[in-house]
């Protein structure tokens, strides 16, 4: 089944960079798109960035452009968020998915927990 795991979340302080995985299994990772979102306690889960199957296209929301970068392995099956110049407010469990409206790909991933803080 389709499968995520999300992976290299940590505490930083303000000011620094994290980079995170996505692990995907269960589907030909090559023909889709994917995205990354991300969750603040007691908020929504709101998209972050979104790349195209070959990885030659990428959009971001704009809290995080210019300061992150999503890219992919088709090889390995990966997605990663380099994050940089981290501010408090992006403090959330951060998640990918499919670019699909399919249920197919309705499942989400365990996350990964990124802390920005002092």
């Known amino acids: 089944q389709v499968q995520f795991v999300e992976s290299g979340g940590g505490l930083v302080q303000p000011g620094g960079s994290l980079r995170l995985s996505c692990a995907a299994s269960?589907?030909?990772?090559?023909?889709?798109?994917m995205m990354w979102y991300r969750q603040s306690p007691g908020k929504e889960r709101n998209l972050v960035a979104i790349?195209?199957?070959?990885?030659?296209?990428?959009t971001y929301a704009d809290s995080v452009k210019g300061r992150f970068t999503i890219s992919r392995d088709n090889g390995k099956h990966t997605v990663y968020l380099q994050m940089n110049s981290l501010k408090p407010e992006d403090t959330a469990v951060y998640y990918c998915?499919?670019?699909?409206?399919?249920?197919?790909?309705?499942?989400w991933g365990q996350g990964t927990q990124v802390t920005v803080s002092s």
């Open positions: 998915k499919v670019n699909s409206s399919s249920s197919a790909f309705a499942t």
């Open positions: 790349i195209s199957r070959g990885g030659d296209t990428a």
């Open positions: 269960g589907f030909l990772f090559r023909l889709y798109g």
